[in-house]
């Protein structure tokens, strides 16, 4: 006899949770919705499910894992395609397995080219001016993508995405990664840093990849070269791209994610002292772009990583012998 399948999934918002109800009837299953994200306070709600869903704005250490596992959780589903905040080896030694989910690379490859056209036509003063009623225009004009060589850090779907977007803009594309895919022009890391007028990063992030671009891979861009990274904060030493910018190594960053964005981004801060070093000093900067953590954001991701969540927790319990 088929046991029946719970799900109990923290963090849910309120649209993922209509989102959840939805689904899960049709896939019959069951879900316990929590809006709170996961804590040591709250893993007792998980009782009886041998699967959870967390969201990657949780942080699981080996203290919250042990409080999963206490309450029967053997696997846990990120909805996300990232797993660096969970601690991954206390889960395996402690016999739970984690699972990502996989979403429309669209979304991010999308947000990625409006980040390099708005650095490149100087949106940021443009909309700054306008909101003060100066309308004039940029002491600076602007660049057009078919002029220029974009660097792809990162070949996985959502950087191939990236590629096949600027395709229609006519410019050239050198890519890297260790695992090598037809189609794309190929170089290695050093080339791409020297070569490119824009590097952007599609890299996960990963103990060999933290501050992959550090001091000395920015001294080897370009001086107007645009850093872009929709990926993961880490990736890029917060500490040095502020001195290149500073320096006028490179000509401009957009960020969509950051070092230390814990606890800022996704967080109603307009009454809050931000104490992160350089938050503050990059959104000051005509020629940065800070945005929160965003370029996942749209419809079509929330139907998929709810869609492939429940799949996943399906496909464990099969592998139990429960489904």
């Not at 100087?122 to 002491?139: A, E, F, I, P, W």
């Not at 990736?235 to 606890?263: F, M, N, Y």
Request: net charge negative; aromatic share 6%.
């Amino acid at each position: 006899m088929q046991e029946k399948i719970d799900i109990t999934v923290f963090g849910c918002e309120r649209d993922e949770a209509a989102v959840f109800r939805k689904l899960s009837s049709e896939y019959g299953v069951t879900v316990s919705l929590i809006e709170d994200v996961v804590s040591e306070h709250n893993a007792k709600l998980a009782d009886g499910c041998q699967c959870v869903s967390v969201s990657h704005k949780a942080e699981l250490s080996e203290q919250l894992l042990l409080a999963l596992k206490h309450a029967g959780v053997k696997y846990i589903s990120t909805r996300s395609i990232g797993f660096n905040h969970i601690d991954i080896q206390a889960a395996g030694q402690l016999g739970m397995a984690v699972g990502t989910v996989a979403y429309s690379p669209g979304s991010v490859a999308d947000y990625t080219v409006m980040l390099m056209l708005m650095l490149l036509r100087g949106t940021k003063s443009v909309l700054r001016g306008t909101q003060k009623q100066n309308y004039c225009l940029n002491d600076c004009r602007g660049k057009e993508l078919q002029d220029l060589t974009v660097g792809v850090l990162g070949t996985g779907r959502i950087g191939q995405a990236v590629m096949e977007r600027l395709e229609g803009f006519g410019c050239k594309v050198l890519a890297y990664d260790r695992t090598h895919k037809a189609g794309a022009n190929y170089v290695s890391f050093c080339e791409l840093l020297k070569s490119s007028d824009i590097v952007t990063l599609h890299v996960p992030l990963a103990e060999d990849t933290r501050h992959m671009i550090g001091r000395e891979q920015l001294e080897m861009m370009k001086r107007e070269a645009l850093l872009i990274n929709t990926a993961r904060g880490a990736l890029v030493d917060t500490a040095a791209l502020v001195a290149a910018l500073k320096e006028q190594k490179i000509g401009g960053a957009a960020l969509d994610v950051l070092e230390g964005e814990e606890g800022i981004f996704y967080h109603e801060c307009t009454q809050k002292t931000i104490g992160h070093p350089y938050l503050s000093v990059l959104q000051k900067m005509p020629n940065v772009i800070v945005t929160p953590h965003t370029a996942y954001h749209t419809d079509r991701v929330l139907v998929d990583t709810v869609s492939n969540t429940i799949q996943n927790c399906l496909n464990f319990e099969r592998s139990l012998g429960n489904v």
